[in-house]
């Protein structure tokens, strides 16, 4: 039995590197993976909850603030590690990623699997277009998260448009 994965990308395009999360999710649905369904979200604690509830397997993608270097990438199981706060400084939301994964864990409605991925950005300033740093991150990220869709929905069929 093949399982549905929900990828949500996370941010706003018009804060320059926080539109990483969005830009990786429209990649991934044109690659159209099978079992996979996708959407974007602003990354606002409250419609992120209703946008994942009933789904089993969750990927988040979304741009993390500087902690190492731009263009790091960083994978979260969310169900065994703590998702920390510091990560997303970036958000204009106070109610956000952590808080609703935090909440949502308390309330014992975290999906089944729920994975957030994510590049170090280096740019959050009003403005469209990535950093050049988060760029080249973007082919690392997306060959991740296709294979752990291929993992969770248990096919081994390369996504249309795979290189």
Same mark, same amino acid.
């Given at each position: ?6 990828v949500?990308g996370l941010?706003n ?6 539109g $990483? ?6 990649e991934v649905?044109r ?6 369904r996708?959407m974007?979200c ?5 419609? #992120? $909850?209703?946008?994942?509830k ?19 990438l960083?994978?979260i ?16 939301h106070? /109610?956000g ?7 949502a864990?308390? #309330?014992?409605?975290?999906p089944?699997v ?9 740019? /959050? ?6 950093s ?12 991740w ?6 993992? #969770?929905t248990?096919?081994n069929e390369p ?5």
């Amino acid at each position: 039995m093949n399982t549905e994965v929900l990828v949500i990308g996370l941010g706003n395009e018009f804060r320059s590197d926080d539109g $990483l999360g969005l830009c990786a999710a429209r990649e991934v649905q044109r690659r159209g993976p099978p079992g996979v369904r996708v959407m974007e979200c602003s990354g606002e604690g409250t419609a #992120l $909850l209703e946008a994942w509830k009933g789904a089993e397997c969750v990927l988040l993608i979304d741009a993390i603030c500087p902690g190492h270097s731009a263009g790091s990438l960083h994978r979260i199981d969310c169900r065994r590690d703590s998702t920390p706060h510091s990560l997303f400084r970036s958000s204009s939301h106070t /109610f956000g990623v952590s808080e609703a994964i935090a909440l949502a864990t308390s #309330l014992g409605s975290l999906p089944r699997v729920l994975l957030l991925y994510g590049i170090e950005g280096c740019n /959050f300033t009003p403005g469209q277009g990535l950093s050049d740093a988060v760029v080249r991150s973007i082919p690392d990220l997306i060959a991740w998260i296709g294979a752990d869709i291929a993992d #969770l929905t248990h096919t081994n069929e390369p996504a249309r448009g795979t290189p």
